[in-house]
Structure formats: structure tokens, C-alpha cells
């Protein structure tokens, strides 16, 4: 793994045309910490991803790894140092597992096929599905497909690693491995953002649990400060709701 960086978002803003979804987001992870953010749908968190590593660039507002501004980085190479996880796993139907990892291995990392064929295999291993090199993705679960999307990612070596409700499209009794993957890769040092509606696992792995609501983070702190003592009503009201 690279070394994992800090992370941080000071007072960002983003609109859509007039709708202002992003009002003012701070946030700040340690290096190699994980915070979990959570709150109701519509609130900001996919934007905020998507601002971290540059699909979309806030109107106001700055984004620093280990303390140093990212805004002003070329966003191809930005991507490369972080990585993003989806809810639909974006592989491609028509290549096995192992080109699905190792095309962007050689198109943007310019590694000879041999190499990234390696690094496809070792990252393949590491989440398990070492035998499934050569099968189609739709020969795969969803869980198992969603592993191939983290190994392809982790393939990049990123410093960061962003998730976005990476189980809510998978059936239940396989949102187990994908939960358990993403908590070895935290208690492992990578510094990872995790959107998601699994409260266990907020509870269990974040270091940092960030509610968003209305486009602000609105109360952060640690797991047990924001399961049992939550300050904002607004809070309490949605934990009411999801516990
Ligand atoms: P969440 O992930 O918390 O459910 P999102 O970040 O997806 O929230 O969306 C926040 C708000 O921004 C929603 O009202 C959504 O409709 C709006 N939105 C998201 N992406 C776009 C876009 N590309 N164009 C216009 N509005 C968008
Ligand atoms: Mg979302």
C-alpha cells in the first residue's frame, strides 16, 4: 500500500445552477483514519465525494491532503492518489476480472502487461477471488463483484480510499464480506472516506462519524459520541429512525 495521507475539507460550497447543495463542508480525517458519513439521501454526501477527488469542483472552499491543497492538481493524476468505490460496481461486462483491473494498471500507470497482470492477481488475492481472474463479471454475485471494484482500486495504490454506500445495491447475505473487506483495509492504515447507511459498521470501524444534513456536516465526532450522545436534534431524529 502507499503511504495513506490526511484528509481535509475546509468550508466547501457547491450548486447546482441555483440549487447550493455542498453549503459548507468541514470535515477532517487523520491519516490512515476512516470516518464514516452518514445522513438522510439528498443531503450532499455523494457530492462530496465526488469533490474529493475532482469529478466535480466546489464553487468555494478547499480540499488539502496532508495539509496541501489538491485543487489546483491535474485531476487524472489527483485520481490516481485516491480511490472511489460505487454503489454499481462499474465493471465491464465484456472483460474478465483480471482486465478489468489491469487496464487502467497499463493505460494510466503505463505498466507492461506482465506487471499489472501480477498486481491484478496480488490485489485479486487479497480480497479473496484469486480463482475468478479469468471469469466475466456476470458470473460473479454482486459481493464478489463489488470485491473486484475494491481490488481494482487498491490496484492504483491509492493514499485515500472513498466509498459510496458501496453495499446498498447488494443483496443481503453478501453485504457481510464486502463490510468485513472494508474494515480490514481500515484497521490496515488506508485513510478512507465511507458514505454508508450501516450503522454497525459506523459503530465498529469509523475512527470519525460525520452527519450530513442539508449540505453541512452538522455534528462529528467519534463513533459513541454520535450514537449515544448526540447534540443535534436533527441528529437524533435520523438515528431515531435508522436504529
Ligand atoms: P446523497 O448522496 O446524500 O443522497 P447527493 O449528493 O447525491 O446526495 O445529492 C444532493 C442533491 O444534489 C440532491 O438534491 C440531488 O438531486 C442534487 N444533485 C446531485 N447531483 C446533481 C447533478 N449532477 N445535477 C444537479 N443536481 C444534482
Ligand atoms: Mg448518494
Request: charge should be negative; glycine fraction near 8%; hydrophobic fraction near 45%.
Amino acid at each position: 500500500m502507499s503511504e495513506s495521507v490526511s484528509l481535509s475539507l475546509r468550508d466547501v460550497h457547491l450548486a447546482f445552477g441555483h440549487h447550493r447543495v455542498l453549503r459548507g463542508v468541514d470535515l477532517d480525517v487523520a491519516q490512515g483514519a476512516t470516518a464514516c458519513v452518514i445522513g438522510p439521501s439528498g443531503s450532499g454526501k455523494s457530492t462530496l465525494l465526488r469533490t474529493v477527488n475532482r469529478l466535480l469542483e466546489p464553487d468555494r472552499g478547499d480540499v488539502l491532503l496532508d495539509g496541501r491543497s489538491v485543487l489546483g492538481d491535474d485531476p487524472d493524476a489527483l485520481r490516481q492518489r485516491i480511490g472511489m468505490v460505487f454503489q454499481q460496481f462499474n465493471l465491464f461486462p465484456h472483460m474478465s476480472v483480471l482486465r478489468n483491473i489491469t487496464l487502467a494498471l497499463r493505460r494510466i500507470r503505463k505498466l507492461g502487461e506482465d506487471e499489472a497482470a501480477a498486481l491484478a492477481r496480488e490485489h485479486l488475492d487479497r480480497v479473496g477471488l484469486a480463482a475468478k481472474a479469468d471469469a466475466r463479471p456476470a458470473h460473479l454475485s454482486g459481493g464478489q463483484q463489488q470485491r473486484v471494484a475494491i481490488a481494482r482500486a487498491l490496484a492504483m495504490q491509492p493514499q485515500v480510499m472513498l466509498f459510496d454506500e458501496a453495499t446498498s445495491a447488494l443483496d443481503p447475505e453478501l453485504v457481510k464480506g464486502v463490510l468485513a473487506l472494508m474494515a480490514d483495509l481500515s484497521s490496515q492504515g488506508m485513510t478512507m472516506v465511507v458514505v454508508t447507511h450501516e450503522m454497525g459498521f459506523a459503530r465498529e470501524v469509523a475512527d470519525t462519524v460525520a452527519f450530513m444534513d442539508a449540505g453541512v456536516v452538522l455534528e462529528a465526532g467519534e463513533p459513541a459520541a454520535i450514537f449515544e450522545s448526540a447534540q443535534h436534534p436533527r441528529l437524533r431524529r435520523f438515528l431515531s429512525q435508522v436504529l
